[in-house]
C-alpha cells in the first residue's frame, strides 16, 4: 500500500513532480507511487496503473495545461475519482500547477469544486510537500 498515487503529465516532471516525489520519498518517508520509481521495463501500463490507484490511500492530481491533453491523466484521474465516490471520503488532492479556475472547471467540474494546492515554476517544493503530508501522513507532519 502506498500513501500516494501522482497523477500527471510527464511534460510537468522536470519543474515539478519529480522534485515533490523525491522530496516527499527521501526527506518524509512517504510511500508514494511514482512511474519512475514504480515501473521496470516490461511492465504492463495499464495494469500498473491500475495497481498503484488501488493501493494508493490518496492521489496527488498535478493539473496543468499539458494534463488536460493527455488520455491516460484523464484515465487515472476518473480511477480516482471513482475510488473517492465508493470509498465516500478524500482522496483526490489536486494540485493547480500554472493554470486558472476556468481552465480546470472547463475540465471538471468535479475538480473546480475542490479547494485545491495553487503552484506555478516558481514553487517552493518543501512547501508543497508539508501541505500534502499534513493530509496523507499526520503521524509525520506532528513531528516537523
Known amino acids: 500500500m ?3 498515487f501522482i497523477s500527471h503529465a ?3 516532471k522536470d519543474y515539478l513532480v519529480r522534485i515533490l516525489a523525491k522530496q516527499l520519498v527521501d526527506i518524509y518517508k512517504v510511500s508514494v507511487w511514482y512511474d519512475e520509481y ?6 504492463s501500463l495499464i495494469e500498473s496503473i491500475e495497481n498503484g490507484l488501488k493501493n494508493s490511500r490518496y492521489g496527488i492530481v498535478v493539473l496543468s495545461k499539458n ?3 493527455k ?3 484523464k484515465h487515472e484521474f476518473n480511477g480516482l475519482k471513482t475510488k473517492e465516490l465508493l470509498l465516500n471520503k478524500k482522496v483526490i488532492i489536486p494540485i493547480w500547477y500554472d493554470i486558472t479556475k476556468q481552465e480546470v472547471f472547463e475540465y471538471s467540474t468535479t475538480l473546480a469544486d475542490k479547494f485545491a494546492i495553487y503552484t506555478n515554476k516558481n514553487v517552493d517544493v518543501n512547501d ?3 501541505k500534502i503530508i499534513k493530509i496523507v501522513r499526520p503521524d509525520i507532519y506532528e513531528n516537523i
Request: charge should be negative; charged fraction near 30%.
Open 2 to 4: 502506498w500513501d500516494v
Open 38 to 43: 514504480s515501473l521496470e521495463y516490461g511492465d
Open 67 to 69: 494534463f488536460f491533453k
Open 10 to 12: 510527464s511534460e510537468d
Open 128 to 130: 508543497l510537500a508539508i
Open 71 to 73: 488520455s491516460y491523466t
